[in-house]
């Protein structure tokens, strides 16, 4: 054996069956679990993640509205900050109120730090109106850069949590798409937020100044980048938009080309600057709802392209959990199959051998199985039938007579007991007939002990070949004397049988090697009758008498009697 496989030869040695099985299932039982967990929890997490990025986009999407109320509130603020006027000084009012409601709802659905500081802060900049300072001695577009600073803070805070949420949910490239144009837009709406707010104050002052023109020729040139743009974007993200046309940006460039030419046609082209400035920032702010619009839609394909993947993972997580209980229940099957399949072999070879021990030899080693086991069934069969076979020979040698071959004292013994008893049972007649061969020591004296035993061969096989049914028990009683039990036998039947072995014995030479001779037979014959009983020493007894009435009477005859009483001699 090798020195490696020792040590785990003599651990399995030395544990039962049972054991043997539990550790080997334990062996794979364990990492098994270990995968399916592992694999489970990460189902798990997919699902989860998939909350998590539902949850973010709910509330970057109220980030992105609350922008568009701040953007709202920027362009008025400008505005009013330049030329009191009454209407867009209420409109104001109303987008300043909304951006405070829509802070409380955000700060309400916030739980981390940092965010609640962030929105103090913005609120505190709200409400203290500070987002505009200082307009008498500043040029428009200064001021509109300053207010716009507290518009990239939000932008750049918006950005951080939307590809905070897509790190965190580890989230397909679909998502990231959509979060990188939802960023991208954020140039398409600040910028229309300068046309509307610069046009909409050019024209409530009916004049426009040499910076002012400079700045709309500016904000005009970007707009006209911005609509070229959109088709390098759709470029960009063509993988994408394949999946999802209803992502396509053409109505951004529809919404920025019509703010362009708006802008074109009333401010820049214009002879006179005396369009009504409602109308143009009601223009504008159409152009930018289209912006805002599908910002929307985006968001809204986003949820569905995540419930997709959170319906998806809730799926493979309920399959998984299904084949999981369907492998370990057929596991489970197999293993319990596998058990009581050795087990009851195991079992039902123990049987065997126990049977064997016990001296049962007829039933033959049986069992159900196709593997090695199968084989040691077959050579214990194999040593069952040699088993049987030795024990049967030696039996016989023990109730055979080693010379003639025909029962011997003891077996007869037995049988006449048995015979007794079958026929006080069953009343039934039975006979005992008794035989010695005439002057058998003369044989040994003229032809030699050689002869003598071929003698008692030949007349033994005469004497079997006379009685053969299954009842007939033939044997050597001793020396030259036989002894026949006819069970079943009246005397007339006994005695008509006896009487034909007599006249066979009588004319059949006996040959030993080139001797030739022939000898006779005397016999005795007791029938016993029920319900007359006897014991078998008394039967014999009777049997033995008549024999020996037969040699005193000339021998090479029978006599026969029925028993009554034991005879004297």
Same mark, same amino acid.
């Given at each position: 054996?090798?020195?490696?496989?020792?040590?785990?030869?003599?651990?399995?040695?030395?544990?039962?069956?049972?054991?043997?099985?539990?550790?080997?299932?334990?062996?794979?039982?364990?990492?098994?679990?270990?995968?399916?967990?592992?694999?489970?929890?990460?189902?798990?997490?997919?699902?989860?993640?998939?909350?998590?990025?539902?949850?973010?986009?709910?509330?970057?999407?109220?980030?992105?509205?609350?922008?568009?109320?701040?953007?709202?509130?920027?362009?008025?603020?400008?505005?009013?900050?330049?030329?009191?006027?009454?209407?867009?000084?209420?409109?104001?009012?109303?987008?300043?109120?909304?951006?405070?409601?829509?802070?409380?709802?955000?700060?309400?659905?916030?739980?981390?730090?940092?965010?609640?500081?962030?929105?103090?802060?913005?609120?505190? !900049?709200?409400?203290?109106?500070?987002?505009?300072?200082?307009?008498?001695?500043?040029?428009?577009?200064?001021?509109?850069?300053?207010?716009?600073?507290?518009?990239?803070?939000?932008?750049?805070?918006?950005?951080?949590?939307?590809?905070?949420?897509?790190?965190?949910?580890?989230?397909?490239?679909?998502?990231?798409?959509? !979060?990188?144009?939802?960023?991208?837009?954020?140039?398409?709406?600040?910028?229309?937020?300068?046309?509307?707010?610069?046009?909409?104050?050019?024209?409530?002052?009916?004049?426009?100044?040499?910076?002012?023109?400079?700045?709309?020729?500016?904000?005009?040139?970007?707009?006209?980048?911005?609509?070229?743009?959109?088709?390098?974007?759709?470029?960009?993200?063509?993988?994408?938009?394949?999946?999802?046309?209803?992502?396509?940006?053409?109505?951004?460039?529809?919404?920025?080309?019509?703010?362009?030419?708006?802008?074109?046609?009333?401010?820049?082209?214009?002879?006179?600057?005396?369009?009504?400035?409602?109308?143009?920032?009601?223009?504008?702010?159409?152009?930018?709802?289209?912006?805002?619009?599908?910002?929307?839609?985006?968001?809204?394909?986003?949820?569905?392209?995540?419930?997709?993947?959170?319906?998806?993972?809730?799926?493979?997580?309920?399959?998984?959990?299904?084949?999981?209980?369907?492998?370990?229940?057929?596991?489970?099957?197999?293993?319990?199959?596998?058990?009581?399949?050795?087990? !009851?072999?195991?079992?039902?070879?123990?049987?065997?051998?126990?049977?064997?021990?016990?001296?049962?030899?007829?039933?033959?080693?049986?069992?159900?199985?196709?593997?090695?086991?199968?084989?040691?069934?077959?050579?214990?069969?194999?040593?069952?039938?040699?088993?049987?076979?030795?024990?049967?020979?030696?039996?016989?040698?023990?109730?055979?007579?080693?010379?003639?071959?025909?029962?011997?004292?003891?077996?007869?013994?037995?049988?006449?007991?048995?015979?007794?008893?079958?026929?006080?049972?069953?009343?039934?007649?039975?006979?005992?007939?008794?035989?010695?061969?005439?002057?058998?020591?003369?044989?040994?004296?003229?032809?030699?002990?050689?002869?003598?035993?071929?003698?008692?061969?030949?007349?033994?096989?005469?004497?079997?070949?006379?009685?053969?049914?299954?009842?007939?028990?033939?044997?050597?009683?001793?020396?030259?004397?036989?002894?026949? !039990?006819?069970?079943?036998?009246?005397?007339?039947?006994?005695?008509?049988?006896?009487?034909?072995?007599?006249?066979?014995?009588?004319?059949?030479?006996?040959?030993?090697?080139?001797?030739?001779?022939?000898?006779?037979?005397?016999?005795?014959?007791?029938?016993?009758?029920?319900?007359?009983?006897?014991?078998?020493?008394?039967?014999?007894?009777?049997?033995?008498?008549?024999?020996?009435?037969?040699?005193?009477?000339?021998?090479?005859?029978?006599?026969?009697?029925?028993?009554?009483?034991?005879?004297?001699?």
């Amino acid at each position: 054996m090798h020195t490696l496989v020792k040590p785990i030869f003599y651990v399995m040695n030395k544990l039962s069956y049972s054991l043997k099985f539990i550790l080997l299932c334990s062996v794979f039982a364990i990492p098994l679990s270990i995968f399916a967990y592992q694999l489970a929890e990460s189902y798990h997490q997919r699902a989860e993640q998939a909350e998590i990025t539902q949850r973010g986009l709910a509330y970057i999407q109220k980030t992105t509205l609350l922008i568009n109320q701040l953007e709202l509130m920027r362009d008025l603020k400008v505005i009013t900050s330049w030329r009191a006027d009454p209407e867009f000084q209420t409109r104001y009012l109303e987008a300043r109120a909304n951006v405070l409601l829509q802070i409380d709802e955000l700060t309400s659905q916030t739980v981390r730090p940092s965010r609640l500081a962030f929105l103090k802060e913005l609120k505190d !900049i709200v409400t203290a109106d500070e987002m505009v300072k200082g307009t008498e001695s500043r040029s428009i577009d200064t001021v509109y850069e300053n207010a716009q600073q507290v518009l990239e803070k939000i932008y750049n805070w918006r950005m951080k949590l939307s590809y905070g949420f897509v790190s965190i949910s580890e989230n397909n490239p679909n998502i990231l798409a959509i !979060i990188n144009i939802l960023n991208d837009l954020d140039n398409y709406t600040e910028t229309l937020g300068e046309a509307r707010s610069y046009g909409s104050l050019y024209l409530a002052q009916h004049f426009i100044n040499s910076n002012g023109i400079q700045v709309l020729e500016k904000v005009y040139l970007r707009l006209t980048q911005l609509a070229e743009m959109t088709d390098l974007k759709e470029l960009e993200y063509q993988v994408f938009l394949a999946s999802y046309p209803e992502a396509r940006l053409g109505s951004i460039k529809n919404g920025v080309l019509e703010g362009r030419e708006e802008l074109y046609q009333r401010l820049i082209m214009a002879q006179e600057v005396n369009s009504d400035p409602l109308k143009y920032f009601e223009k504008l702010s159409a152009s930018m709802d289209t912006v805002y619009a599908h910002k929307i839609a985006l968001f809204k394909l986003s949820g569905m392209i995540v419930e997709q993947d959170y319906q998806k993972s809730i799926q493979n997580l309920g399959a998984f959990y299904v084949g999981l209980a369907f492998g370990l229940i057929l596991l489970v099957y197999l293993i319990l199959g596998l058990y009581y399949s050795v087990s !009851i072999t195991i079992k039902e070879l123990l049987r065997a051998a126990k049977a064997f021990s016990a001296g049962n030899y007829n039933k033959p080693v049986k069992i159900v199985s196709n593997d090695e086991l199968m084989a040691v069934a077959e050579a214990m069969d194999i040593m069952r039938i040699n088993i049987k076979e030795r024990e049967e020979r030696l039996a016989r040698m023990s109730q055979t007579d080693g010379l003639t071959q025909l029962s011997n004292r003891k077996f007869f013994d037995n049988a006449l007991q048995i015979s007794l008893a079958n026929s006080r049972r069953n009343m039934t007649p039975m006979s005992l007939l008794m035989m010695d061969i005439d002057h058998f020591k003369k044989v040994n004296d003229d032809y030699g002990h050689l002869a003598g035993d071929e003698c008692l061969i030949q007349i033994a096989q005469l004497m079997k070949q006379q009685f053969q049914r299954q009842t007939d028990v033939v044997a050597r009683y001793g020396g030259e004397e036989f002894v026949a !039990i006819l069970y079943g036998q009246s005397m007339e039947e006994a005695l008509s049988q006896s009487e034909k072995l007599r006249e066979i014995i009588e004319h059949t030479e006996i040959v030993s090697g080139e001797t030739r001779f022939k000898v006779t037979a005397s016999f005795g014959l007791a029938t016993l009758v029920p319900p007359v009983d006897a014991q078998p020493q008394d039967l014999l007894a009777l049997a033995d008498a008549l024999l020996y009435r037969s040699k005193d009477n000339g021998r090479n005859q029978i006599n026969a009697d029925i028993y009554r009483q034991l005879p004297g001699r």
